[in-house]
Nanobody, 121 residues
């Protein structure tokens, strides 16, 4: 499956952005999808994931601010980010795995190219 992330940009603290990740190739509906991020000088970290049956999982630092969702008809997964903080600044990656939903990046075999989110204070 090929993944194309989009929607990043520059936003002020407290603002919102919605990231999209469009998938092509293998059947999207059978994939668990995840969002990860990597800030400069830091390791890639888990942000959110959604299972094939729409169960959702979030890291503690984004829970209540971010919402992951999917539209199987459009083969797209979304990440709605509200109340953004400067520490949310990172390159955001979407990923897919054809297995149970997971929070570990090593368990995802398909990755998008990343989209940069910059939150100014």
């Amino acid at each position: 499956v090929q993944l194309q992330a989009s929607g990043g940009g520059l936003v002020q603290a407290g603002g919102s952005l919605r990231l999209s990740c469009a998938a092509s190739g293998r059947t999207f509906s059978s994939a668990a999808m995840g969002w990860f991020r990597q800030a400069p000088g830091k390791e890639r970290e888990f942000v959110a994931a959604i299972s094939r049956n729409n169960s959702t999982y979030y890291s503690d630092v984004v829970k209540s601010r971010f919402t992951i969702s999917r539209d199987n008809a459009k083969s797209t997964v979304y990440l709605q980010m509200n109340s953004l903080k400067p520490e949310d600044t990172a390159v955001y990656y979407c990923a897919a795995r054809f297995g149970p939903v997971a929070t570990g990046s090593i368990l995802y075999s398909h990755w998008g190219q990343g989209t940069l989110v910059t939150v100014s204070s």
